[in-house]
């Protein structure tokens, strides 16, 4: 896994925290996404500790997305001494985001940058976003794409976006990996993926390069060893799972 996850539950999730993972890289980090409880498990796992430039890329304004992204902007600035470099979007979602961090008290601490990250890392060229179907209780929600030199990671962020899944799934180079929003919940107008929608979207010999997060319910895990997928692992579970030699 290119990605580490600090947090892979869905809104409700408690137990797994918010989605959130990040990339570092020497002395740089990436977070993407930022939801209520990612603060207080960033803080708690040291991860900023090796940090001396923070990136910040949100999909979209859900609150277990973006609920601790003032705190962590605030922490930067007065513990670090260092200011929160948030990846500029579409116009609109800048504005958004900008809007929501003002009435926050956020303001003048941070600052947007390009999607070439301010070619601070080497090996990461890229931050984009692409546009998918989430819910239209928000003006739009975004996947995101990193680009490496030869490798792609592609983080879906919350949708039910069966055009751009099945897009990313058939594009997957060998290297590449899906990180997918993936839930067990099935009802009409669902605003995530069912599982069972992802198998019939992701052709059999793909399914080894997606990580399903966002976890609604653990009753899925079964699920996603049986078709093939991965679990996108937080960095706890991982070190568990070496714990009791599984
Ligand atoms: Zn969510
Ligand atoms: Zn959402």
Avoid: W
Avoid at 75 to 89: D, F, L, R
Avoid at 200 to 210: F, S
């Amino acid at each position: 896994m290119k990605l580490s996850f600090i947090g892979n539950g869905s809104a409700f999730n408690i137990a797994r925290g918010n989605n959130s993972a990040y990339y570092l890289e020497g002395n740089k980090i990436l977070i993407l996404d930022c939801g209520e409880s990612i603060f207080e498990r960033i803080i708690k796992s040291n991860i900023l500790d090796k940090a001396n430039e923070v990136f910040v890329a949100i999909t979209h304004l859900h609150s277990d997305h973006v609920g601790s992204l003032p705190s962590l902007i605030f922490y930067n600035y007065y513990k670090k001494g260092i200011k929160t470099h948030i990846v500029s979007g579409p116009p609109q979602k800048d504005e958004e985001l900008s809007h929501l961090l003002t009435i926050s008290g956020v303001k003048g601490i941070f600052n947007y940058c390009d999607s070439d990250l301010n070619n601070s890392f080497v090996n990461l060229k890229s931050c984009t976003f692409t546009p998918v179907s989430h819910t239209s209780a928000l003006t739009q929600s975004y996947a995101i794409t990193l680009n490496f030199s030869s490798q792609k990671i592609y983080y879906s962020g919350d949708t039910n976006d069966e055009d751009y899944i099945k897009k990313v799934a058939q594009n997957l180079k060998q290297n590449d990996e899906f990180y997918c929003d993936t839930c067990l919940a099935d009802y009409p107008g669902n605003v995530h993926t069912n599982i069972d929608r992802l198998a019939t979207l992701v052709p059999l010999e793909k399914r080894q390069q997606v990580y399903c997060m966002h976890i609604d319910d653990d009753k899925i895990l079964d699920k996603i060893d049986k078709y093939g997928f991965h679990l996108a692992k937080t960095q706890t579970e991982k070190q568990k799972n070496q714990e009791f030699g599984s």
